[in-house]
């Protein structure tokens, strides 16, 4: 296997290096880089950050860099998704994020783009890509989060059909609810059908009366993610994506794009960190550090294979090849855990502190952040049954409920 480029990949590469240096700084691997403050308890220079992140998307769609791989007639750069990959690797060099705003835009337009009407493509697409409107993914639930087909959330037809529907339900997890103008949600609106047959997918406006979002504070003292309640939202006719009962289906191209996405990021130049904080703790040579920090490079190293071979697998269109998504949520948790484990212990004393410690609790809020990293995106064990079942052969697991209506389902 040949990683080196080609000569149409390298010119793909000058160009987003062009771009970047002239609209971006380099990281400098510490405190002053505004990309790391999503990591932080402070409210005001969490809000500081949120504001440079939609900053930072407004200057990529501006400059024809935004949604690299999404048709252009959109508002994207009609790229390929090697070039979006090109581009992802020199960008995570630079002190520059969409961060709050990524993830949700990187699930929503593709779906929206796939499936959504004309007047929705016409209405939302482009605010969404350019961050000028913030979206939020309302699926999990209490009882539905690794089997999300067996979700409650109702959407009854309104009185009037022409007034659309009418939602009740408690979605759970919802990142960034607190700060998104629309939600993508679903909802069951045929209970007398097999769990994955009567679920439809809509469009809701976050503002809508009903809608009582509430913020769950983490070990870190922030709120990632949040409860919804709907309590009689009226969510309009023209709002419903795909057709009627057909969301699971709608769904499955925003959870495609969600492993994709978990499976390809986050995981660049971790090493430069936690050496330096070995070396401004005068660490570097203790016999047992040096053994830890070997193995945090060792892991870097695998892990950037195993994305290359993800990455390869994405740009090839080989789904077949998707397993690979598998292999990296596992191994990138289990390298997040112990690297910023280590750099916490290598604090010492210093470690136990918060706000006070050097570098303003990165390592601290890092460490604690792991936990949401292994469940986020399907849970660490999901994962390894998937690998069990696609890439070992081994039988699947029981499933006694999908032939059967939702409605006599057991809760
Ligand atoms: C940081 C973060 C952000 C998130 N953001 C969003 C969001 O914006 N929108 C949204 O809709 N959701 C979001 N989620 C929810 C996420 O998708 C779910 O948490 C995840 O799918 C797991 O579901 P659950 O929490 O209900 O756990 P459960 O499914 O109840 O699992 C509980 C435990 O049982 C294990 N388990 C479950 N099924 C199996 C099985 N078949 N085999 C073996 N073990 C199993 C799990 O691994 C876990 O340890 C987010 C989660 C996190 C952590």
Redesign the pocket.
Known sequence: MDFEDSAVEGKARAEARAFLDQHAELKRGDDRDWSRWGATTDPERAAEYRRRCREWQTTLYDNGWAGITWPKEWGGRGGTRTEQIIFGQEAARYDVTPGFIG??QALVGPTLIKWGSEAQKERYVRPLLRGDEVW?????E?G?????SNLAARAVAADHPADGWVVDGQ???????QHADFGILLARTDPDVPKHHGISFFIVDMATPGIDVRPLIQAQGVA??NEVFLDSVLVPAENLVGELGNGWKVARTTLGNESQMISGGGQANTFPNVLATARRVGRTDDPTVRQELARVWGNEAILKYLQLRLQSAIAHERWDQMLHGSLLKNAFTRALSHRTTLAVDLEGAEGMLWDDAEGGGFWQYQCLNQ???R????????H??NLSEQALGLPR?QRSDLDLPWSQTKK
Do not use: M, Y
């Not at 539905?144 to 999300?148: F, Q, V, W």
């Open positions: 993830a949700a939020c993914q309302l699926f999990s209490p539905a989060g690794s089997d999300l979605k759970v997890w919802t990142s960034s609810a990632h993610f936990f949401a990293a469940i986020g995106g399907g849970t660490e064990e999901v390894r049954n697991e």
